[in-house]
Nanobody
Framework: QVQLVESGGGLVQPGGSLRLSCAAS????????MGWYRQAPGKERELVAV???????NSADSLKGRFTISRDYGKNAVYLQMNSLKPEDTAVYYC???????????????WGQGTQVTVSS
């Protein structure tokens, strides 16, 4: 059993900052990648940023320069530093991880339950 737990969401004014955290726990052999997606009302879930075990980054072009992703491999955690927040950043942010639960298991996608980020004046 693999669990992803997010924290750090909340209400912030435009131009403000938030730091999201996600920690994976349970039966984990390895984590190939961890990252963040978001889903705004009426929109599809979209990529925010993902970082692989090799340190490769993939992120939405529109967020580069404002959002920074980082990982703590020892804690099986991933973080998202969000600066200069805009109202259009309002969404539920979901942690995602590509996890091998055991040595012989294929990597599987796991999702957290999400944390609400609201940017409003």
């Amino acid at each position: 059993q693999v669990q992803l737990v997010e924290s750090g969401g909340g209400l912030v004014q435009p131009g403000g900052s938030l730091r999201l955290s996600c920690a994976a726990s349970g039966s984990i052999f390895s984590i190939n990648a961890m990252g963040w997606y978001r889903q705004a009302p009426g929109k599809e879930r979209e990529l925010v940023a993902v970082i692989s075990s090799g340190g490769r980054l993939n992120s939405a072009d529109s967020l580069k320069g404002r959002f920074t992703i980082s990982r703590d491999y020892g804690k099986n955690a991933v973080y998202l530093q969000m600066n200069s927040l805009k109202p259009e950043d309002t969404a539920v942010y979901y942690c995602n991880a590509l996890v091998r639960p055991s040595a012989l298991a294929a990597p599987l996608q796991y999702w957290g339950q999400g944390t609400q980020v609201t940017v409003s004046s």
